[in-house]
Each structure stands twice: as structure tokens, then as C-alpha cells.
């Protein structure tokens, strides 16, 4: 079966970083798109970033431009997002999500999920 497992979430202090993983099996992981999406409490899920297949191709929602990097292995079936410079805007818990399949149309990543991890809670906070 599918399973998108994620680690490295934590607290963080504003300003400080942080380097999520997301371990996947269960598929051919070099044939899909991945992303992140996140979700604060009692608000609903927001997109964050997306890979390619390949990795060739990052996309990020502008809150987070400059300041997360997502990448992948596939040699080793891992999706990273790599967050710097956090805010308090930026808690939420993050999760891993499979991509079935996307368009891009001027820089804009529209993807459809299918499989998402449990999460792992990221907390910015003084």
C-alpha cells in the first residue's frame, strides 16, 4: 500500500529552520509529483510546494517563496522541504502528498492528490 511517512517537524524559534522528510513506498515513486500542503487549526488545507517527477521543476505559494526549498531523492523514495527563516504564520502541521497528476499554467501548479502522510506538527513560536 501507499505510505508517505513524515519527520522533522518540531519547534522552532521565529527565524530559525527547519528540514522536513517524507519517506515513500507503495509506488513508483519517480513517476509522480509531490507537494506539501499544510493546515493551522480549524483552517483548511493551503498548498506550499510541489517537485516534478524528476525534480527538475519547483513550485512554491507565494508565502513561502524565498524561503522553503522542497527536493527529492528518488534513488531513495524521499521528498525534503527544507524552511527557513520561519514565521508564526508558518505553524501548522505539514504533510507529504502524492501527486496523480498536474498541469502548470503560468507558473501556476495545479495537482490532484491522492495519498497524504498522517503529518508532522511544526510550531513557530518565541
Known amino acids: 500500500e501507499v505510505q508517505l511517512v513524515e519527520s522533522g517537524g518540531g519547534l522552532v524559534q521565529p527565524g530559525g529552520s527547519l528540514r522536513l522528510s517524507c519517506a515513500a513506498s507503495g509506488f513508483s515513486f519517480g513517476v509522480y509529483d509531490m507537494t506539501w500542503v499544510r493546515q493551522a487549526p480549524g483552517k483548511g488545507p493551503v498548498w506550499v510546494s510541489a517537485i516534478s517527477n524528476s525534480g527538475e521543476s519547483t513550485y512554491y505559494a507565494d508565502s513561502v517563496k524565498g524561503r522553503f526549498t522542497i527536493s527529492r531523492d528518488n534513488a531513495k523514495n524521499m521528498v525534503y522541504m527544507q524552511m527557513n527563516s520561519l514565521k508564526a504564520g508558518d505553524t501548522a502541521v505539514y504533510y507529504c502528498?502524492?501527486?496523480?497528476?498536474?498541469?502548470?499554467?503560468?507558473?501556476?501548479?495545479?495537482?490532484?492528490?491522492?495519498?497524504w502522510g498522517k503529518g508532522t506538527q511544526v510550531t513557530v513560536s518565541p
Open positions: 502528498v502524492k501527486v496523480t497528476s498536474a498541469v502548470v499554467i503560468r507558473n501556476s501548479y495545479r495537482g490532484v492528490m491522492d495519498y
